[in-house]
């Protein structure tokens, strides 16, 4: 489906789409105070950046830093492709030690690889236990966040459903009291677990250390107890030095939620002892942006979430009408990149008002790489041939400037002289909701000529 | 000071009115003006979409319109950041293009950077909001963004600012796109839409009696959405604004 | 081992011109008073800070705080606090620890501009006991307060402690219509005592 008319959907429910407008604003609010109370604020954002394209600039090389450093820390290190192939070392790693159930905290990357139903079709017990992502798995659905996966249910959504699986009083929807049903029922998933999986935040190439953020502690708690850690990571997520956590630390969590830092900030080097450590490197398309001049920066990415928060579109459509695992400004540049035919319409999803780049901790240029989308599929020919062929239209009128004028008179004259009904209906999405500009009988040119020819007798 | 004017094709056919305010406030501020009337449209609805070599004619028709002045001015953001930022692409290595680029101003960043006006005779004593569109203020940075950390400045506001009697309503979002985003409006016309009035209902809790804007795009859109709804809140082009005040003047 | 190389000389084809790594050598924002700046943030993170001349007056203070006398399995790792009925060196599987109700543990430094203090796994016999325990208190030396993260990562190194991680607060989430709620999965409250002399008195 078209983002437009899932986009229209979530309108339709205005009261709705409302609450989750104010809900999204109120996180960028948040943020929007943290970045103003750090007076090196833009300072950080270059900084990050920089790191960012410096570590592009030699990423093979960092790599095998990393593999080394970790290796040598006693972890193992796995490559993968693609989706398929990271599903797979998961899958073999979880079978040579005869895992049955796996408690999982939050992490993109096996969402962008549906690794939660490969497993599970083989028999394994996979529990999400972020408490926003285990909301949308007993729901059957994919996030519609990448921070706040669930940002899209209300709280009588989420005690009618944990009634359902989880025993909490009928009509409960005290976020407390629904909170503390989910810590009880976690407990359980996350004592009987036999490993533990996590998304990685930063990887140190000069350590070969891998941090990962969370507020709940689920990823601390999911590592902790099983002896089995499986660290999961796009090799974008690399880093070169361990100094430079100082700069993405302080960046992510203000941006994302307008926290100082994330409640846990956890740093994981090597396995801890009788443990193992598994870590998995995953291309599934990232090489492919690093070599596109246009594209390559949204490598930067750090998943805080910010542009989400900040994009009226995406605050007035909801993460789910991009049908993409990672909705928003970043997902309609990530998702296209994947597969343009599907993901079509996900550039267009955009006003180019430009507040996503003005957010974005590490300086993407969001909006011009959703313009550049554009153009990519115009030369692909995925931009729709009503679109091309009114474009082509409108410049073949606009190069002659004698057709230009005559046709805006003509044009002009009809709006003032047709009958409304003409004008106003199903094929004039303007009009739907708004009126058209007023038809003056001159246009500026003539006003002007009129005005100088005045002058001249004068 | 020669400048060639610079109306944006939507303003040429249907805000003609915005037009003579810009002529009228350069001509009183002692600037020559002239309007080339081979000129048409920059390009922005066809780059916009995607169809870059589509556009690629107007872009080159724009460069030899205006080749001859010495400064370029336009009272639409958008369409002088199509020129300064978009053309390169388009136009890279053509002669006289870096020269275009340095000279085309929009409208109120003429005013305050090349003729230096950090005020302007006049009164105007109206409540009056204003919008600050977006590719003014992220493209050309006429002002600064919500988002960013430095320290505050506002082009647009600023002229208006000495204005005798105005007085500025505050939004809760200050600079929220309205949603106009040119194919956008009819493409995800609901979205669009419901951004509009966001934006109206904001200023209208804000108390705004005139609604302006450095952008006739936004205008035309939110007033598009006013009239719709019989509201009476006021839609003016900064030029306007300023032209109106001029004729107050003692 | 055929996707590493494949991986690595795809990378190699599509390497962007070389960028130098930038200085992080810069005038990050420092406070006139790093501990009180502490103090207020951990407040805002759901957190409390107290400062304490030495070991006993953070046992007086514990004795005073509900969900500690309250508690009835109780252990402390903080070498000079012996109390509690858990010794964390006696259990040998983590999920014993399940059970715990309050874990007084040490920190090895604070952080001022955002609360958070620098755990160091290796100095406990199970890292779990940070996160299994319903109420935690950081036992932290009050000279060992930084300004900032760039502070903080130039005292640590790599990986000197396998397992170590910043601790910004209670365990929260807001997952539920963006309501902050105390207490996910990890430690329901969080005590930050700041001692001058890690001594008894």
Redesign the interface.
Known sequence: MEHASLAADFVKNDERAHWHDR?LW??RSKRDKCAHA???WE?LR??AS??K??L?????RY??EFERNATR?GAVVH???DAA?HNQIVHDILLSHGVRKVVKSKSMLTEECHLNPFLERHGIEVID????ER?VQLRDEGPSHIV????H???EE?GELFHEHLGTEAGATD??Y???AA?QH??EK??GADAGLTGVNFA?AE???IVVCT????A??GT??PRLHIACMG?EKLI????????F??LLARSA?G???????????????GGELHIV?V?NGR??L??S?EF?RSLNCIRCGACMNTCPVYRRSGGHSYEATVPGPIGSILAPARDAGHYHSLPFACSLCGSCTDVCPVKIDLHHQLLTWRKELALRKLVPWRKRVAMKLAAGVLKRTWLYALAGRFGRAMLRWMPRFLIYHRGNPWGKQRELPPAPKRAFRQLYRQERKRRGQS | MKVGLFIPCYIDQFYPHVGMAVVRVLERLGVEVDYPEAQTCCGQPMANTGCADTAKPLAEKFLSVFEPYEYVVGPSGSCVAMVRHHYDELLHGRSGFDELKAKTFEFCEFLTDVLKLERIEGAFPHRVGVHQSCHGLRELRLGSSSEMNVPPFNKTRILLEGLRGISFSELSRADECCGFGGTFAVAEEAVSCMMGLDRIHDHEQAGTEVLTAGDMSCLMHLEGLLRRQKKSMRVMHVAEILDAAAGEAP | ?A??E???S?????????????S?E????TYADPTQQFAD?LH??GGLCVRCRNLGEVRAHLASVPEFSQGTRICSAVPGISLGNVILEKIDD??DL?DVDYAVLPGEFA?A????VWVD?SRVS???I???AQHVALVVPAAEVVH???Q???R?S??D???????????????????L?I?????RSQIVYLVDEMSAN
């Open positions: 809900s109120f996180v750090l007076p090196e300072l270059e900084t920089q790191i394209l410096h592009m600039s030699q990423l093979d790599l095998e820390l490559w993968a492709s192939e236990t972020d408490l926003g909301i706040m996966p669930a940002i249910l209300k709280k989420i976020p407390q629904l909170t503390e810590r976690l407990r996350f004592l140190v350590t070969g250390g507020n709940e502690g689920n601390d708690l902790s107890l090799i070169p030095r361990a100094a430079d956590l100082g700069v630390l302080r939620t926290q100082p830092i994330t409640t846990y900030s956890s740093h994981f080097h090597g396995p801890r002892e490197l291309d090489t492919d690093l070599g001049d390559r | 081992m996707s590493r494949h991986i690595l795809a990378i190699r084809k599509r390497l962007p011109e070389s960028q130098p790594a930038p992080l810069q005038a990050w924002t943030v805002g993170v983590p999920h399940a952080v501009e955002n609360a958070a796994g199970h890292q779990a940070y996160f299994i900032n993260l760039h903080a990562y130039a640590l790599f990986p402690s396998g397992y170590g991680v910043f601790i910004s607060g209670p365990s929260k989430t807001a997952d539920i219509e963006q309501s709620v207490g996910a999965h990890g430690a």
